[in-house]
């Protein structure tokens, strides 16, 4: 007992210095300083949650830009987050890949199909793509949209999130916000309002 009350007592000690006021300590100093993401980054309209700027979800009409392939779940779900486990050369993910960019090639034969939109991320949860795969939905999103692909790509272009301190990361586009500004350019056009009709989904 000498030995195993000193040792109990420690495991106690330390259970509840790193598994709780740990923790709790840095939660509340990330909610002053950073508040926003330790609040998960939530994105609001009109006083409605519509999404997460760390969190994908699936655009599915033709008037969005379109995220990558999701395998969480049956897509984006982020209580299944999870890559497809398919080793690069399964059958079944060269079929689908093969699927997938055919349709994207139908779509806009002119450019070539950005690995990224026919790929899913890791987690199948990644809200962002490149540069290239949001660029290569303009035409369809300019004709969807009835407006000129001048317009959709220079609001791309201004959507494009550069390398933090210019060295870490890719330069990336978040779909979430994207669709939310060609929302907003839409209707303002329409009504000269920036307010946004965005779907979640």
């Known amino acids: 007992m000498q030995h195993i009350r000193p040792a109990i007592t420690m495991i106690l000690v330390m259970t509840l210095i790193t598994g709780l006021f740990y ?24 006083g409605k949650v519509i999404g997460s700027e760390v969190i994908g979800q699936q655009f599915t009409s033709d008037k969005y830009f379109h995220g990558r392939p999701s395998a969480a779940g049956n897509g984006y779900d982020a209580a299944n987050s ?13 079929d689908r890949i093969a699927a997938d960019t055919a349709k994207l090639r139908a779509e806009n034969p002119n450019m070539p199909v950005p690995d990224d939109l026919v790929t899913a991320s890791a987690s199948g949860l990644d809200p962002d793509i ?10 369809r999103i300019a004709k969807t949209r009835n407006l000129s692909q001048e317009q959709v790509s220079t609001l791309v272009g201004s959507h494009i999130e550069k390398r933090l301190f210019g060295i870490l990361g890719e330069p990336h586009v978040n779909v979430l916000k994207l669709n939310l ?4 350019m839409e209707l303002s056009k329409k009504s000269g309002t920036n307010r946004s009709n965005l779907p979640a989904g």
Do not use: R
């Not at 490149?130 to 035409?139: E, I, K, R, S």
């Not at 500004?181 to 907003?184: E, N």
């Open 82 to 94: 999870s890559g497809s486990n398919f080793a690069p050369t399964a059958k079944k993910l060269k």
């Open 23 to 46: 923790p709790l300590a840095f939660t509340g100093l990330a909610g002053v300083i950073f508040p926003h993401q330790a609040a998960g980054s939530l994105v609001t309209v009109d």
């Open 181 to 184: 500004a060609l929302d907003a």
């Open 130 to 139: 490149t540069p290239a795969g949001a660029l290569f939905q303009v035409p």
